[in-house]
Structures are given as C-alpha cells and as structure tokens.
C-alpha cells in the first residue's frame, strides 16, 4: 500500500469538485426515482478514499499485437483473472480497485474486470462503456456448466438457394395405389409417437434445467457495452468479462441496466427493463432515454423550489454543468511480456461446460508442449469420458493438435505446414506397424501429389492431386505373410493386385485415354478400362494374359492373338494390330514393375515415418524463437554480448567528441601545453581557415545564382529567336522550366542574403568560443 502514487492517497480539488457534483447528482437522482436502486458513482477505492468510477478507467493500449482487437482483450482479462464473486449479490460492492492493482493480485468482481476490459477497449479505439445491471445466476457466479462449450459450436452455414431447371418436358407420374385409410392410420400413429418423444425430451430438458431461483431480476453484474462505429464495429454488442464472450443486446442473461459509464461520462437509464434488455436503445444522446451527468443540454428536470432545495444557488448548477472530467487517478496499466505469456493465474485455468472440460495452460509449462484440453462426456457427472482433443503449441515435430476417440480407441494427430515429412495428419490405434494406419500430407509440398494414404494389414489406397499423369487413386491388396507371390524384397507384403485410377485427359481420345488399369500379380493379368466416349454407357476393355515366366526369356514379352481380349465400345471392326498390342503389353509389363516398387517405396516410408514418429513422442522438443531472449539460452549471450558493445560504442561516440582545434594543434607541432606564441597562431590559423571556409560557401552560392540567371535568360533569349508559333506541349513545357528555374533563384537568393547576414556572427561566436577554451584561455583572456 505505501508503493502507491499519491493519486491513489488522496483526492485533487477537481476530483474533490467532482465527487460533489456526483453527490448532489445522486441526490436528484434520489429524490425522482425514489424506487430505483442506488447507483454505482463514487466507491471507495484500495486506500480507502473514494473515486469517482469514471476516473478509475485509464484508456490503455499495450504493445502486444493480441490486444489491439476486442477479442484478444476480452480473452486475456477473463483468462488472467481469477473471478470472486460480490459480498452480498444483490448490492453493489463497497470498493472498486484500479486496474494496476487487479492485475497485480489477478482476481477481483465483476466491476473489476469490467474497468480493466474497458480500460484496454478504449485504448484500443472502441467506444467501450462499462454497465451497471442486473444478470442471470449463472452469469453471475460464472456457472458454464449448462453451456455448450465454444470449441464444439459449428458455425452457421449459408446455404445458397439451388435455381430450378424449369423443362418444358415432364414425366406423368405413377398412379398413387395405396390405401388413403392406412396412410392415415400410419401418420397418426407417427403422430402420436412424435409428441411422446417430444414429452420425454421436454422432460428431461426441463429436469436439467436449474429451477428459477427466488433472486432472479436482482442479484447485480457488470459488463461492457461496446457501441457501433469506432473500429468498424457493425453492430452494438456485451461482453462478458467472466467468459471473454460476445452476446447481443438482445440476450436473456442480462436482465436490466442502471447505468454505464466510460472515462469521460456517466449516464443513467431511464428506459423500462421490465422484459430485459431486448428493448433497450443504446443512443446515448438521447436525453430521454439517457440522463448524462455532466452536460449542459441534459440536465435533469425540476421545480424550482426543488432545484434551490438540491442545489441551493445557482452557482451550483453552473458548476456541475461547466464541468470537465479530471483525468484518470490510475498509474499507467503495464502487463510484462513474461505475465502475458503466462497468462492464467498459476499457469492453468478450467472451466466446466456441458459434459466437457476445457483446461488451459500457458506456453512452455507442460515439457509436451500442451496447451489446451477439451474432454468430453457422455453425462453431466463428468466420469464416462467420450473424447479427448488437445492443442500444442512450440513443438519441433509442429504437432498442433491432437484428438482421441475413447470409444473407437482412435487417435488423430494434425500437423502444421513445414513438417519434414510433409505430414498433415495421422490416425493410428497404435504407431506399431500394420495396425491401420491413415496419414494426409500437403500434396503441394510432395514431388508426388500423395494427398492421402489409407493402409491396413492387408490393404493400401493411395490418394494424389494434380499429377501430369492424371493419376488419382491407387489401391493395393496384399495376401498372407505365407503366400508365394513375386517380390523383390523379402521385408516387405506380398503384392496380389494393384489398381490405378486415372482422371480424364483431354488430349487423348476418350477409347485411348485408360481410366482404370488393374494388375493382377498372382494370375499375371492386366485389365484396361478405358474413359466413356460421349454419349456410349460402355467403356472399351483390354485383358492382357501374359504367359508364365519358365515359358518366357528373361526381359522379353511374348504375344500371341489369344494374350489379348479386346472389347472396343460403339465398334464392330478389328481393333487395333498385334504388333500395337505387343508394344502395349510390353509398356505394361515395364509399368507394373515400376508401379511394384513405387508400392515398396510407399511401404517403406510408412515405417520411416512411424519410426520417426516414435522418436519424437519419445523424446518430445520444444523450439523458443530467436526473439525470446528470456527462454531462448543458447541465444541470450549473444544478444547480451550485442547490448553491452552497443553501450560501450553510445558511450564511446559521446566521449568522442570532434575536437575543432586538433588540425591546428597537428599544423603548429603543438603536442602537451602551449605557449603564448603557439596559441596565438592556432587562434589566427583557425580564423583564417574559418573565414576562407564562409568566403568559399558564399562564392558557391554566387556562382550557382549566376548560372541559374543565365540559364533562364538564355531559354527567354531563344523564345524570342523562334519565330515559329509554339504547340501547346511546347509552351507547356517552357512555362514549367522557366517557373522551376525562377523558383530555383529565389531560393539561392534567400541562401545568399542570409550566408552574408549570418557570416560575421558566425565569425565573432567562433572568436569568443576559442577566447573561452581552457587551451587558450590563459593566453588569449588579456589580449
């Protein structure tokens, strides 16, 4: 308490002035809404000494790019402030702290987070007020537990309505043979099932709601009120400070308003909040609906025997009408980058939702790098849990969340953009190989398109996007451990069919361009599936068969007329030679080869990749930014090394001054004390040097001017020589020149004029500052 400033300790005379202006306010306000509730004006404030509330609010905006919109404010007061609620909950508080000392102890009631979310506000560019009124139970003691947790609320989608194809033809519908009895029958009996349902429902909606408790419409709350306009703000909205949340106006937790308030005024509702706060109107101008305390226009209506009873003269009425708001009694609001990062009161926060708990922690705090934990229930007893999802930040494996499925037993990781492995997210059972496994990657970041990979133990599906083959999908089914299948490496599954699907290209005609292409490695066939040609339902096929590897050469393809079976669509003629299937079946031969080790390479990096996954959820890393010098170690020396060279060349470069007289000392061979002979000549030297130095500048300027005239007579003199009527470009242009040239003279006149003014002061200050230096001052102060 003895730290405070003195602001805090006692009162100015315009706050004095001030406080009386409120109590003879309080008192009309008394005398003509005897009925109403007092208003909240001038509490006491952590000394004891009463305030006005306006002057509490001390407009702040603090350098961190989170608080400069009303969401990052709101967010932050709610989460750095722990919540107490009020004495008696239907009274107003007896004191109201400043924000410095709220945010110094990190709690406080609802009208201290209010002055604090406030203050931040208007700092920030808001029309922001702080409200005095009446809330819900809930609302007030900050009971969540019948919400719905933000993090699951979906947002609104806007359908776009579909414009109907109107056809001139239309198809006559069938007969409609059913009994007109039963369907009656039937819908009645969904009806009466319907409305049981919505009894139960009903029931059960109303057994968990909260019975309406006898305090309703009284127990007091603060908020803000944020008005449209300033920041582009659409429309007028609250803000919890509890929750950081955004309500309308219109919301049926806020039951009433008093009053509200903001650095500069107080104004007073005169409006009727019988049906809550829907049909309020927030201009604050209008004198009706909104009594202002200290204006001139909006004084409050009385009889004149009234008005000299409250006031007592007129001095009085001019006092409180005339009277500006003395500035804010609060130090400067300041939150040290190391409590911003912390945030929460001891580094965790949790709140209680309906069926789900949401935990908060600051950066750093947890060695895993978690942040946030949403877990979510199957029942209000908070026991049976059904999901879990995290958020992780400053991890080196740029993990940013995480979700479990307690149910299924799935885990789902999403990566941030810049992973080594191009991974985007990964659900698994387990990281053991060939437990299923499906990952997505950032396509754009792979020389391959891979987009998605779907891998179970006996199954593979690829996924890809925008590939100059057009390829789209590849799956692979393998067979058992046991079975004899052609494979190049005994580490990996054995390869029974491989199928690749192919989007359409639009430079082949549709009979050429494959859609489908299937090898069957165990019954070596190759089936093709060709694109659908306009207007045909069927698709051109081929079926290669080829022959066994003992009846073949080793690299060499055998074709004969019963290895291909062709269907051509739309087509009754041979297809095409077999020389042309030859070659094809020897392209797909080539290409099964090479699609068998693409499935190998594909196998191998998902066991890379679980190994590295492995790795860095055994060994988890946090990185620090180069710009924290508090948490980055490895950094701080070199950042405190550059501090103290930076100080040291400040307070080299200070003691450094130019000394003027040095070129002389070095002319004259003068090194230790001088003489009067020697100080007489490095006095004359640097006159004279001085002297030639003016001299010089003003002969510069001369012959600057005079080249100037000359150039602007030359330009008049060929003028007058051109006999040839100008253009209008070419008049333009001269009158340009001509008035950049004059403006150009008369500024090196002005220079001239003023270098012959100011040179023999120049001269004479020069004479006095060397009469007074203390090199030649014992040998120059007589002469």
């Not at 100080?679 to 010089?696: G, N, Q």
Request: charge should be neutral; hydrophobic fraction near 30%; glycine fraction near 4%.
């Amino acid at each position: 308490m003895s730290q405070l400033p003195s602001s805090y300790k006692t009162n100015s005379p315009k706050e004095k002035q001030l406080l009386h202006i409120a109590n003879n306010f309080l008192q009309q306000y008394i005398h003509l809404c005897p009925n109403r509730k007092l208003l909240f004006l001038h509490p006491v404030n952590e000394c004891g000494v009463e305030k006005f509330v306006s002057t509490t609010v001390r407009p702040t905006l603090l350098p961190y790019t989170e608080l400069y919109d009303w969401d990052g404010c709101a967010s932050f007061v709610s989460d750095y402030l722990v919540m107490e609620p009020l004495e008696c909950p239907i009274t107003l508080p007896n004191s109201l702290h400043s924000p410095t000392t709220t945010l110094k102890h990190q709690r406080g009631n609802c009208f201290d987070f209010s002055v604090l979310l406030c203050s931040m506000l208007i700092g920030a560019g808001y029309d922001a007020y702080c409200v005095q009124g009446y809330a819900t139970l809930e609302t007030c003691t900050l009971d969540e537990t019948q919400e719905l947790c933000p993090l699951l609320r979906k947002p609104l989608e806007t359908q776009v309505p579909k414009e109907e194809v109107k056809s001139k033809y239309r198809i006559t519908p069938l007969p409609d043979m059913q009994s007109k009895f039963e369907l009656q029958q039937e819908a009645k009996k969904a009806a009466a099932i319907e409305a049981s349902q919505k009894d139960k429902e009903r029931d059960k909606k109303e057994a968990g709601k909260p019975k309406r408790e006898p305090l309703h419409g009284l127990r007091v709350h603060a908020w803000v009120l944020v008005l449209s306009g300033k920041r582009e703000v659409p429309e007028t909205f609250f803000i919890n400070p509890f929750t950081g949340n955004r309500h309308n106006t219109t919301d049926k937790r806020f039951l009433g308003i008093e009053s509200v308030w903001n650095h500069r005024n107080y104004w007073v509702n005169m409006q009727d909040c019988r049906h809550g706060c829907k049909d309020l109107i927030f201009d604050l101008g209008d004198t009706i609906r909104w009594e202002i305390m200290l204006s001139e226009s909006n004084r409050l209506q009385l009889l004149p025997e009234e008005e000299e009873e409250l006031f007592g003269s007129d001095t009085e009425r001019e006092k409180r009408m005339s009277f500006d708001m003395p500035p804010s009694w609060v130090a400067p609001i300041w939150i040290p980058p190391r409590e911003f990062e912390t945030r929460y009161c001891q580094g965790k926060k949790v709140t209680l939702y309906n069926k789900a708990k949401l935990e908060k922690w600051a950066p750093y705090l947890n060695g895993n790098g978690l942040v946030q934990r949403l877990t979510i229930y199957a029942g209000l007893d908070y026991t049976d849990v059904v999901e879990v999802r995290e958020w992780f930040e400053n991890r080196e494996d740029i993990l940013v969340r995480r979700e479990v499925n307690k149910q299924t037993e799935l885990t789902t990781d999403y990566f941030s953009k810049g992973h080594s492995l191009c991974l985007k997210a990964h659900t698994y059972t387990s990281l053991e190989p060939r437990t299923g496994h499906t990952m997505e990657f950032y396509n754009e970041a792979r020389v391959d398109g891979l987009q998605k990979r779907v891998e179970t133990a006996s199954e593979m599906t690829e996924y890809f996007m925008g590939r100059d083959d057009f390829l789209y999908l590849r799956h692979v089914n393998f067979g058992k451990q046991g079975e004899e299948t052609q494979r190049t490496d005994m580490n990996s599954k054995p390869i029974v069919q491989i199928k690749e699907c192919f989007h359409r290209n639009p430079e082949k005609p549709a009979d050429e361009d494959v859609a489908e292409c299937i090898f069957l490695i165990k019954e070596e066939d190759i089936h093709l599936t060709y694109h659908l040609k306009d207007k045909y339902i069927t698709a051109s096929k081929k079926l290669f068969h080829k022959l066994p590897q003992k009846a073949s050469k080793e690299h060499e393809v055998f074709m004969t007329p019963e290895t291909c079976i062709t269907y051509q669509a739309g087509s009754f003629e041979k297809g095409k030679s077999l020389f042309h299937l030859y070659n094809l079946l020897k392209e797909l031969t080539a290409k099964e080869k090479r699609v068998k080790e693409q499935v190998q390479q594909s196998e191998a990096e998902v066991l890379t990749i679980l190994k590295i996954r492995q790795t860095e959820e055994a060994n988890v890393k946090l990185s620090v930014s180069i710009y924290n010098r508090e948490r980055n170690e490895e950094r701080r020396p070199q950042h405190e090394a550059m501090e103290s060279t930076m100080k040291d060349e400040l307070l080299g470069q200070k003691k450094q001054d130019l000394d003027y007289l040095a070129p002389f000392f070095i002319r004259n061979g003068c090194r230790n004390k001088l003489n009067q002979e020697q100080a007489l000549r490095v006095r004359d030297d640097c006159l004279t040097d001085f002297k030639h130095h003016l001299t010089y500048k003003v002969n510069l300027i001369q012959a600057r001017l005079e080249k100037a005239v000359e150039e602007l007579q030359k330009r008049h003199l060929w003028l007058q020589e051109n006999k040839n009527p100008l253009s209008t470009k070419e008049e333009d242009d001269y009158l340009s020149s001509c008035s950049e040239s004059m403006f150009h003279i008369n500024v090196l006149e002005q220079r001239l004029s003023r270098e012959k003014q100011m040179a023999p002061q120049k001269y004479l200050a020069l004479e006095n500052k060397l009469r007074m230096d203390p090199r030649l001052a014992e040998h120059l102060g007589y002469i």
